[in-house]
């Protein structure tokens, strides 16, 4: 079954609403009504909380890859780099770059200035 909405109702607002839409039935089997439902809910909230603004919504890469790195960091083991560069399908030598960065923001986060 799919999401029924008015043939004038915003496109950009019923990509959402579909989009949470098949998230819910997918992920959580929620039946189709409770699911149409919830969906229109966050549709209009959007509508009402950002609607007539003009908003960029981002791809959000720049969120993703960071994700991805910290996900990289996170399974490194000392001896994997060219197992993590398989997996991510990343060059060794961007893998090594990676790791290296997050080590440097780790140790940064965790260590106290002088003054």
């Given amino acids: 079954m799919a999401l ?3 043939d004038d109702y915003p496109e950009i607002l019923a990509s959402v609403a579909n989009a ?3 998230w819910m ?3 959580l089997k929620l ?3 409770p699911a ?3 969906a229109f809910a966050i549709a209009e909230a959007v509508r009402t909380e950002v609607g007539g603004a003009y908003e960029y919504i981002p791809k959000g890469q720049t969120w993703v890859l960071s994700r991805r790195d910290r996900e990289i960091y996170a399974k490194f083991r000392g001896d994997n780099y060219r197992q993590l560069a ?3 399908h990343l060059s060794e030598m961007r893998v090594r770059q990676i790791v290296d ?3 440097a923001a ?3 986060s965790r260590q106290t200035g002088l003054f």
């Fill in 25 to 27: 039935t997918e992920h």
């Fill in 36 to 38: 149409a439902e919830a």
């Fill in 86 to 88: 398989r997996d991510f």
């Fill in 101 to 103: 960065r997050c080590r």
């Fill in 4 to 6: 029924m909405l008015d």
């Fill in 31 to 33: 039946d189709h009504q």
């Fill in 106 to 108: 780790d140790i940064k």
């Fill in 20 to 22: 949470a839409y098949a």
